[in-house]
């Protein structure tokens, strides 16, 4: 490609290089381009950015950098739109049915009663299917908005940038074009830019070009794209496009966030509404023709005792108008028989907990997690910063057969030891050390580099002196699987020095000789054992143990070629061991409690660590993992390497037995994952490096560190723990449990209202012709069940109680028997009651006299029934407890959505009675339907003492619905 021949415009006047020159050179790599402006260190000119420290970042430059090259944001698709919602909830076949029975019944009501009186029954219908679909909408739209707002916080990266000489950590969308970021594996490139300095770096740009292969980043392909990720090595990129500028912008503005995932137990219960559908048509089906029949063979009576219909006597208008009233009850017990309400409240829960889930520290980045969560069975935890604080510091050393118990003492060192020491840690670091302008000292990267750069400034590293002394030549970057990271410096114009710095144990096997306390090199072989014996005493003390280490090198054996050194593997062998560090990481408060909690709740609680096996055993022993010393023996504490050279059925009982692995790399942590999963456990994983992306996505549900946890690890996990606690992790669980456990009360709830509601009806229909709940009321009872009774249910706090009950299994059935029993004694009791309400009623309430006995009756029926379910409400809070009011007054929802039903109720029969077919009932009236509800209060608690049988009843319905099923699908 040709460089511009033409000199930049300058779009604002503040910078000497224009927007579009900036864009079109990143987007097209031209290298040319790039050159043509004097490379990186040219372009840094051109932006005015300190390759070195970067921007100085207040907010007057900002602001500048904002507005001449754009932010790092991009215009995101508008979700659907409210009226969207209006217009999918009103597209129900059975509610559209009810709207033309709707207008079908205002014409003839108006024809036959005339305008004044007949508009009532046609209207009333409307508007109550008008309420199902605006509350309906509004309750989606707003879980739409929710899920929206959670997608946001999902695309809020956290990450480091220069400003000022000093490392700040940012939003990703506060990058401007001019600044300085430090890249490193697992991390995502957060906008487009040019490579500074890069170690080994590796880009996985198949985001972006779709080629699955790593591309190697250097000065000869210099251009890195946003929103890749980087796989491998360490860098530093001079960002020169951001926002709707750079192609993932682009990209991201064109695609429209979906938030349409439908999880497990939504598509389980979807399966189990369609089924309850079908039968309630077949149902109202039945009832269409039985009152038919009745109607023309004369069996159906008017108020005065005669036949309603008389062959050859009654009008075809009249005939049409009373079908279409028998019509509209049989499509009105569809209605209310198809449970909507089933997906409706899952979707409520979900919403409801991910909101509150956000609140103690987890972001769900995947739906199906939370309700999966409830059935962990294991959780495998990291240590550090998951288990432990997190926070570093170096406590304990041993140098030159010497033990330090004061490290900070740098005249405890050889004064050749010291300089060494604090050269190898001032190069071989990916951290940063910032002094201010008031002379305190800022120590940046992650806690295990802070603590050894603290301590080397406790011993005298003046670190940017120390760096300036020495040119880098080649790093290797730490790695997972390797446990160390080394770096190659040339200090004069021969010498060259190989630093190494890592686990312990392993880097200590790589030496051949030591410095003593005299500064002089002596064998280590004869002192071998004395220094494994040194890191077996800091780890049985819990202390994390990291040896560094370096050998001279000779500068001739160094490749000179570019590409060839970027290729060098640096020696690993014949090293001088400096020291051993034992850094201090306690354990947080809390956690022994929480795995208390986990090992109550029946849930497994492993630690999977890189630690050595010893240091990994004292904190487990410290937060209650391990009960005692006794049962830390094989196989329930073992070396990842032992596990991964088993054979693969070896594996499988292996994993049932260990509670603690150590030394393990992220292969081993895989293959722990597929030995626990194959022997039936639910495995819910802990991770935050990008080599724990396997097993993060392996896991039934994988939970990724906020804090430590790389961008890789993030985009594998389902959800993400903002503290890094694992606290937070048994929140979780707590949460998981609470959806399931929400669901099922909803549908226990639901399923009684179904039930009760089409026996009623059936029955009086095929006995008497009529129905004593008509179509508005039946819609008002599907009002109060389908959306604001999953409102009430499906908001309610997860207790200490589900911490007490063993994961719910895979297979386990949806309605318990504790549910069919509790669902079958508030049916049989309502069904009852109000049938001898229908049938009886007016001779034992002495109605005979009063106007209008029939009209009385059904609204006693239809008033006695909304109570019963406010107050079944109450006992489907707790299908399983004796006190259904324990803890009520905690959730104000709850009560709010049964006080307001109670009102509405109120209005309905007292001023509403035109247009509800019911009438005003006197003080008498209320006590007796008051009574009704109350009386399933203390029979709930009666039929929860009542035994049931082990067996589900569920597997006598698996059959038909598997059927049903089988055939919907073909």
């Not at 995932?261 to 389980?268: A, D, N």
């Amino acid at each position: 490609m040709e460089g511009p021949t033409a000199t930049p415009s300058t779009p604002t006047g503040d910078y000497a290089i224009g927007l579009e020159e900036l864009a079109s050179m990143t987007r097209d790599h031209n290298i040319s381009a790039l050159q043509h402006y004097g490379g990186v260190k040219g372009l840094s000119e051109l932006l005015k950015t300190n390759l070195d420290k970067g921007i100085n970042g207040d907010e007057t430059e900002l602001l500048k950098r904002r507005t001449s090259f754009g932010s790092n944001t991009y215009p995101r698709k508008k979700g659907r739109s409210f009226l969207r919602f209006l217009w999918e909830a009103w597209q129900d076949l059975t509610l559209i049915i009810l709207i033309v029975a709707a207008v079908v019944s205002l014409a003839l009501g108006i024809k036959t009663k005339g305008p004044k009186e007949g508009w009532y029954d046609g209207a009333s219908i409307a508007v109550a299917v008008f309420l199902v679909i605006i509350v309906t909408a509004v309750s989606d739209y707003r879980q739409s908005l929710q899920f929206q707002n959670l997608n946001r916080e999902k695309q809020n990266i956290q990450l480091e940038v220069k400003r000022g000489g000093r490392s700040v950590k940012i939003s990703i969308f506060d990058i401007v074009v001019g600044d300085v970021v430090p890249i490193k594996i697992g991390d995502q490139v957060p906008a487009d830019g040019i490579l500074i300095v890069g170690h080994s770096l590796s880009i996985d740009e198949s985001s972006m070009t779709g080629e699955s292969k790593f591309v190697t980043k250097d000065q000869k392909a210099p251009f890195l794209m946003s929103g890749c990720k980087v796989a491998d090595g360490v860098g530093t990129m001079l960002v020169t496009g951001v926002g709707i500028n750079t192609e993932w912008g682009l990209l991201m503005a064109s695609i429209s966030e979906d938030t349409g995932e439908e999880t497990p137990l939504q598509v389980r219960l979807n399966g189990v509404a369609t089924f309850i559908g079908i039968v309630g048509l077949s149902v109202a089906v039945f009832v269409l023709a039985v009152l038919l029949v009745r109607y023309f063979t004369g069996h159906t009576k008017n108020s005065n005792g005669n036949a309603q219909f008389v062959r050859g006597k009654t009008s075809i208008s009249d005939a049409v108008d009373e079908v279409i009233k028998i019509f509209t009850i049989a499509v009105t017990i569809v209605v209310v028989a198809v449970p909507e309400g089933l997906p409706l409240a899952v979707t409520l829960t979900l919403a409801y907990s991910m909101r509150k889930m956000m609140k103690d520290k987890a972001l769900v980045r995947r739906l199906s997690a939370c309700e999966t969560m409830g059935s962990a069975t294991t959780i495998c935890s990291d240590k550090t910063g998951t288990l432990t604080r997190n926070e570093m510091t170096i406590v304990e050393a041993y140098a030159g057969r010497k033990k330090i118990k004061f490290p900070s003492d740098s005249s405890q060192f050889h004064p050749l030891l010291s300089s060494l020491l604090i050269e190898g840690i001032a190069q071989n670091t990916t951290g940063n050390v910032f002094i201010s302008k008031d002379g305190r000292t800022e120590v940046s990267g992650s806690p295990t580099e802070k603590a050894i750069l603290s301590w080397a400034i406790m011993l005298g590293m003046e670190f940017d002196v120390v760096r300036s002394e020495s040119v880098v030549l080649h790093v290797f970057p730490f790695n997972s699987e390797k446990k160390r990271g080394g770096v190659a410096v040339k200090r004069n114009e021969s010498e060259v020095h190989i630093h190494w710095k890592g686990a312990a144990e392993i880097v200590l096997a790589s030496c051949k000789e030591y410095l003593d306390s005299n500064g002089c090199l002596q064998s280590i072989e004869e002192d071998k054992d004395f220094f494994n014996a040194a890191i077996d005493n800091m780890a049985a003390s819990s202390l994390r143990c990291i040896a560094i280490a370096y050998r001279s090198y000779e500068l001739d054996k160094v490749p000179t070629d570019e590409e060839c050194l970027a290729k060098w593997v640096l020696p690993e062998d014949g090293l001088v061991l400096l020291a051993i560090v034992g850094i201090k990481d306690p354990c947080r408060s809390g956690v022994k409690d929480a795995i208390k909690v986990c090992t109550d709740a029946g849930i497994k609680v492993r630690m999977v660590t890189g630690d050595n096996l010893q240091t990994a055993k004292a904190i487990a022993l410290e937060c209650g993992i391990l009960a005692s010393s006794e049962e830390a023996t094989e196989p329930n504490i073992i070396e990842g390497r032992k596990f991964h050279a088993s054979s693969e059925r070896e594996r499988e009982e292996l994993a049932k037995k260990i509670v603690v692995m150590g030394r393990s790399s992220p292969n081993d942590k895989l293959l722990l994952v597929q030995a626990l999963r194959k022997g039936g456990e639910v495995v819910a994983v802990t991770g935050d490096g990008t080599n724990d992306a396997p097993a993060l996505h392996e896991a039934d549900i994988g939970l990724s560190m906020g804090i430590q946890g790389t961008e890789v690890a993030k985009e594998s996990s389902d959800i993400i723990i903002l503290d890094d606690n694992f606290a937070s992790v048994v929140k979780v669980v707590r949460w998981g449990r609470s959806v399931y456990a929400n669901i099922q009360k909803f549908i226990q709830f639901q399923l009684t209202v179904n039930v009760a509601a089409l026996a009623i009806n059936v029955v009086a229909a095929v006995s008497s012709g009529d129905v004593p709940l008509n179509a508005v009321q039946l819609l008002w009872v599907n009002l109060i069940m389908d959306t604001l009774g999953a409102l009430a249910l499906a908001t309610e706090l997860p207790t200490d109680q589900l911490m007490h009950r063993s994961p719910v299994g895979r297979r386990e059935p949806l309605i318990t028997n504790v549910m069919w029993r509790n669902l079958l004694i508030q049916a049989l009791y309502q069904v009852s009651v109000l049938l001898v309400l229908n049938f009886l009623g007016t001779s034992i309430l002495h109605l005979d006299n009063v106007e209008n006995p029939t009209q009385v009756k059904n609204t006693m029926i239809f008033n006695a029934f909304v109570l019963c379910q406010i107050f079944n409400e109450f006992n489907a809070r707790k299908p399983d407890e004796i006190n259904v009011f324990s803890g009520v007054t905690t959730n104000h929802l709850f009560l709010g959505i049964v006080g307001m039903t109670l009102v509405l109720q109120i209005i309905i029969i007292e001023f509403l009675g035109k247009f509800t077919s019911t009438v005003k009932l006197n003080g008498k009236q209320w006590l007796i339907t008051i009574g009704i509800g109350i009386v399933s209060w203390p029979l709930a608690i009666v039929g929860k003492l009542i035994p049931v049988p082990r067996t589900s009843f569920a597997k006598y319905f698996r059959l038909p619905i598997q059927r049903w099923r089988n055939g919907h699908n073909a």
